[in-house]
């Protein structure tokens, strides 16, 4: 089964950075580089919300327009890893993040990792 293993949140001022990592394991049927990825951030009192994706080979990225321009995201297949570069933190950032990985209808999701975005 595959496992998914957020970390890098913390605390931080407007405008400042994080790195999240996204951490894959229990890739017994299919590689991890056969699951397109996501991350997904949940602010208190709100639903769950797209932030950013990557295509399996890492060649192609989508951004939610909120995080346009201060958000990168990539892969390294190599090692089962995902990273969400994070700049010009703003209040409204402030979330739970969640790494998920897709493959067909199969989907899996970490525990979440905690971004607060705090003056």
């Known amino acids: 089964q595959v496992h998914l293993e957020e970390s890098g949140g913390g605390v931080v001022q407007p405008g400042g950075s994080l790195r999240l990592s996204c951490a894959a394991s229990?890739?017994?049927?299919?590689?991890?580089?056969?699951?397109?990825l996501n991350w997904y951030r949940q602010a208190p009192g709100r639903e769950r919300e797209f932030v950013a994706a990557?295509?399996?080979?890492?060649?192609?990225?989508v951004y939610a327009d909120s995080v346009t321009g201060r958000f990168t995201l990539s892969r390294d297949n190599a090692k089962n890893m995902m990273f969400l570069q994070m700049n010009s933190l703003k209040l409204e950032d402030t979330a739970v993040y969640y790494c998920?990985?897709?493959?067909?209808?199969?989907?899996?999701w970490g525990q979440g990792t905690q971004v607060t975005v705090t003056s």
């Open positions: 998920n990985a897709v493959r067909g209808s199969r989907g899996s």
């Open positions: 229990g890739f017994t049927d299919f590689p991890f580089s056969s699951y397109a």
């Open positions: 990557i295509t399996r080979a890492g060649d192609n990225t």
